[in-house]
């Protein structure tokens, strides 16, 4: 007899998803992904200025500020066509980049590596064989004996004094959790130093948008940021400087930790390469504009279905026709009104909550479809994508990943093994290591276009009477990302926005096709089904933005246990 587990909240931060599966004799048969919350700041924009969208928007969400300001500006801009300075795409891009980085060091260490890490096994450790092993994969110099012992010595007094706080609620000694003590040692260690290389990227952040989170810089038409070497108040050169410090500190740790890490543990857990798949349709849009027009980007998107990477398709640019005809959002599933999928420029945002009904309506997110079809997003849509058009900084991150892997565990590992659980963690991880890259790049062009004289950072934007429609994309760290907007009168007429979480916690549409984090989840086995951790695996490496603790429930509805999610 299948058994229905209710996971709800799941994930460690923004904790409004709820997971249903069902268990069949110990694999999950059946899976419903909910979103738990509605906010309806769609319907709060309408009849406002356009140009004060974005500060709205990045009220989103109280982690992903930065992308959904961008995203906001950008389709504006769409609208008018209009051109941004050059110095400011690339202010942009590096706020972007920024924020991305330290968005994947606190996705795989504080978000998801206590999936795979064992705490109550590293008292077990031996600091000095920690280190030789540490020493074997990385040339990072806080590899050292004292750290690790330094590390260890925290564990072992929160695991004496019996009160374990954070830790109290892991799946300890859980039969999936697999590494050895000096393993998990090493990862702890490395979980401690990511809270100081994450708050360096967010510096950068801080530095070029006056604030983080909720950014103060960004106008539509360019930035605020003014740009005068003389004065102490401007961009000069010693905030560029001390951005490039900060940065070089950053994309140390990237390549010489965190890709390591995520290696490391995929190495050590190769049956996850086979676990999690689901969706194998992967959408991204072009990213990091080069120009002033938005004609010429860093990063290509596009799509796959089915998994054919050899009949990737390609966009132009990050609003190309294809993708702005083909995004719509189904609502059969969802809590608002309205009996047909419609496009984002049509969307209406009008609640009708029925309460949880898996057969009829069980979230607050959408259903967007790409052509009819459910997208997952993110990294490795990205990834895959990329490395299927031959963009040669994906081709080159992705081999050497590929390579470090295959070194450290004797496994082929091959681009189809991406399609897993631990191939979304291998493309987070190879995606940080493009845009640690891409930082010190725009950074240097930054420097480079200021050293010509050009100090320009706005060109004003103009509105017509007549009605204008905008998309604004990004490749956020969570997936493409679109605000969609209909402006008439100077004024805001309709504002949708399709974000990555909308696509990968999609529920079924009219048609019954599950979203991608419910997909996923099909035929995945459980050691335990009362303590579920496979199934947050799968979840969390998708890095779904939310939080917090777990209850497990047999098909009648009787609590069979309770699980707090670190």
Known sequence: MAKRITIDPITRIEGHLRIDVEVDNYAVSNAWASCTMWRGIENILRGRDPRDAWLFTQRFCGVCTTVHAMASVRAVE?????????????????????????????????????????????????????AKLAESLSPWTRNSREEFKAAQGRVNAVAASGQLGIFMNGYWGHPAMRLSPDVNLLAFTHYVQALEYQRKA????????????????????????????????????????????????????????????????????????????????????PDLPLDSAGSSYELPGGTIMNGNIAGVHGFKTASDKDFRDGVS????????????????????????????????????????????????????????????????????????AIAKVQAIAGIKVTPDMLHSTLGRHAARAIRASMLAELAQKHLQLLTDNIAKGDYSVHNQPVFPSHEIEGVGTHEAPRGTLSHWVVIKDGKIKNYQAVVPSTW????????????????????TPLARPEEPLEVLRT?????PCMACACHTFDPSGRQIAKVKVL
């Open 78 to 130: 769409d609208a008018l066509k209009l051109e941004v300075p050059l110095n400011a795409q690339y202010i942009r891009n590096l706020i972007l980049i920024a924020h991305a980085l330290h968005d994947h060091i606190v996705h795989f260490y504080q978000l998801s590596a206590l999936d795979w890490v064992d705490i109550l096994q590293i008292p077990k450790a031996d600091p000095a064989a920690t």
């Open 202 to 285: 967010l510096q950068v952040v801080g530095i070029l948008g006056s604030k983080t989170p909720h950014i103060q810089n960004l106008t539509v038409g360019g930035v605020a940021n003014a740009i005068d070497l003389d004065a102490a108040s401007s961009l000069n050169m010693e905030r560029l400087e001390m951005i490039r410090v900060l940065l070089e500190d950053v994309v140390r740790f990237i390549n010489e930790v965190y890709v390591v890490d995520v290696c490391a543990v995929a190495s050590m857990y190769p049956e996850w390469f086979k676990i999690g798949s689901g969706v194998k349709n992967y959408l991204a849009v």
């Open 329 to 400: 959002e189904d609502v059969a599933h969802a809590y608002y009104q309205g009996d047909k999928p419609l496009h984002p420029w049509n969307g209406r945002t009008d609640p009708d909550f029925t309460g949880w009904n898996g057969d009829q309506k069980y979230s607050w997110v959408k259903a967007p479809r790409f052509n009819g079809a459910p997208m997952q997003v993110g990294p490795l849509a990205q990834v895959l994508i990329g490395f299927a058009q031959g963009h040669p900084l994906t081709v080159k991150h992705a081999t050497l």
């Open 504 to 523: 990968n916690a999609s529920p079924r549409d009219a048609s019954g096709a599950h979203g991608p984090y419910e997909a996923s989840l099909l035929h």
């Open 539 to 543: 979840v969390h490496s998708f890095d």
